[in-house]
């Protein structure tokens, strides 16, 4: 079956920043890596090259439904030059 894929890692769930943003966020790393997935799959669709103008902290918050996730991206540093 061909159509649109992103590969990511596997044990993605026990790396060291999903583990962070878990505790910071208090959610499972289950749920951090559908956040990411969630996410990921929207800038592989609307970026060329990953970077997204006009997409704040509080923008990304509200697409994953969880506050504080843009912030966690931050401090892991999976996220620059956004706000």
């Not at 590969?7 to 289950?30: A, C, H, T, W």
């Not at 969880?66 to 999976?78: D, E, I, K, P, R």
């Amino acid at each position: 079956m061909a159509g649109d894929w992103i590969k990511m890692q596997i044990g993605l769930d026990s790396s060291p920043e999903v583990i962070r943003m878990s505790d910071m966020l208090e959610i499972s790393e289950e749920q951090v890596v559908g956040c990411l997935f969630k996410l990921w799959c929207w800038a592989d669709q609307h970026t060329e090259n990953g970077n997204a103008h006009g997409v704040t902290y509080k923008w990304i918050d509200r697409y994953i439904s969880v506050t504080g996730f843009a912030q966690s991206l931050q401090v892991v540093g999976w996220l620059s030059n956004a706000d």
